[in-house]
């Protein structure tokens, strides 16, 4: 059930300039709703007079442990800039759990990579996790345009093998996602999560593979649930949703 | 206690608090935030005779206080309504009110004669103001003779309420409303969106695959308070207002000015549980400014 909950910040530390990775926990104490890896949520931005609309922002990670809900937010304009710029005690208006997470493995699929662009690599966090404890080890295919755009790397490293990319060659391998050498290796299934370029990239190249790709998008939307239809994707069914329908696709669905 | 009934034509409501066609789904999307049954009525998603998968990505640019769409009618069809959609939402304690579009009137007689045979549906909301169809839709909103012969045509075909939808994008909004009152709506609402467009500089492009859309939100309620003063003054049938109306505040504006009942649109997509607050807040009001009957309030404005 999607829920409005006023969250109190517990914290909101930066990953360099661009990036916070902001820890929050209900006002009430109440417990945090189930989410699967890949939902989001829709934060309504209460300090910036240029932003109107909620902010749909992936689900970092939800900490059953300290009842805390993660999210990664880069600056993409006045609205996240807003967030970035909250402070621990400050209160967020959120709705959650929005919209379908990733599938999960089915019995003999054991090779798994999990690529991610930017802070794209949100989701994956969460993902990798669930499938830490489901006794997988996933391997972490993360791209960046530089060293400092790379986030939450001892986290992933502490979940599976992790392998870099950076544009400009500051760190790991020099070149996108798809010029990795990982990428010709045989999967089972692949996660995606990235800018659009990227993910289009990876499914062109992992569409005959026989592997099961998903790919988690993030078109420009107003309500988060269904109602507005703006944020709609052409697939194989016509125009669906993205908040509803996705955020999370088969590449099979999709008309790429 | 208040009371908060109001009437439109033959159609009671519980109380003036109405969701805007477009912006609440057919209903069971909100189910989780607020209970249905607290609404005066709930208008569904623009419906039309044929499904329509809408205009190409993007659809959608936010604007200040407010936002712009092109979503251009997606809907499944009235046939997909009637046998998926109805049953779900037949028996909320609220009134279904259907918002019906056309390419020409003989679409619109149509769907409304499919509405008819479903007797929890009381009242049609004909859209003659949608600014994202290429054909019908405001076309024939903006002139009195377009407006006047899609509510005739209406008006033969449906028995229950009838309510026209119209377009701000014109010279005159109350010419307008007097036509289709001579052609028997029982009221008439106002407005739909603006027409606008925003561009990105940067790229040299329009935010919107259709270049041009509708402009909602808080940016346009001074515009929509206007008009609904403007034809509260020029009709004699009840008005239903709308256009930016984001908490209790916002729509005791239009009351005032003149409207019988409002619908809350944009605002179910920033604040999903705002309708029933805007009913907690018109009843408050109405405590505290020693108002037994909404309908005392009812273009109250003093001046």
Known sequence: ?256 | MVNLNVNIGNLSLKNPVLTASGTFGYGPEFADFIDLNRLGGFIVKGTTLEPRQGNPYPRMVETPSGMINAVGLQNKGVDYFIEHIYPQIKDVDSQIIVNVSGAGVDDYVEVCRRLQQHTNIKAVEVNISCPNVKQGGMAFGTTCEGAASVTRAVRKAFEGTVLVKLSPNVTDIAEIARAVEAEGADSVSLINTVMAMAIDVERRKPYLSTVTGGLSGAAVRPIAVRMVWQVAKAVKIPVIGLGGIMNGRDALEFILAGATAVEIGTANFINPAVTVEVIDYIEDYCTRHGVDNVNSLIGALDY
Request: hydrophobic share 40%.
């Open chain 1, 1 to 256: 059930m999607k829920r409005i909950i006023v969250f109190r910040i517990v914290s909101n530390t930066a990953l360099g300039s661009n990036y916070t990775l902001m820890k929050l926990t209900p006002e009430d104490n109440a417990e945090l709703p189930d989410t699967c890896p890949g939902q989001f949520v829709q934060i309504y931005v209460p300090d910036s007079k240029s932003t109107y609309l909620r902010r749909p922002i992936s689900i970092n990670f939800v900490d059953k442990k300290s009842n805390q809900l993660w999210l990664l937010i880069r600056n993409a304009g006045d609205g996240t800039a807003a967030l970035m710029r909250m402070k621990a005690e400050e209160r967020l208006n959120i709705i959650m759990p929005l919209g379908n997470g990733f599938t999960l493995p089915s019995d003999g699929e054991r090779k798994l990579l999990l690529v991610g662009g930017g802070v794209g690599v949100a989701p994956l966090y969460a993902l990798g996790h669930k499938l830490v404890d489901g006794g997988y080890r996933p391997v972490f295919l993360l791209g960046a345009r530089s060293e400092s755009d790379l986030l939450m790397l001892d986290e992933f490293k502490a979940l599976g093998d992790v392998m870099i990319c950076t544009d400009d060659g500051s760190v790991g391998h020099h070149g996108v996602v798809t010029t990795h050498e990982v990428m010709n290796g045989t999967f089972d299934r692949i996660y995606c999560c990235g800018p659009m370029p990227m993910m289009k990239a990876v499914a062109n190249m992992v569409r005959n593979s026989g592997a099961e790709c998903e790919v988690s998008l993030e078109n420009t939307m107003a309500c988060g649930v269904g109602a507005c239809l703006c944020c709609v994707e052409p697939t194989v069914k016509g125009n669906v949703c993205v908040c509803t329908e996705g955020p999370v696709f088969n590449i099979n669905q999709l008309t790429w």
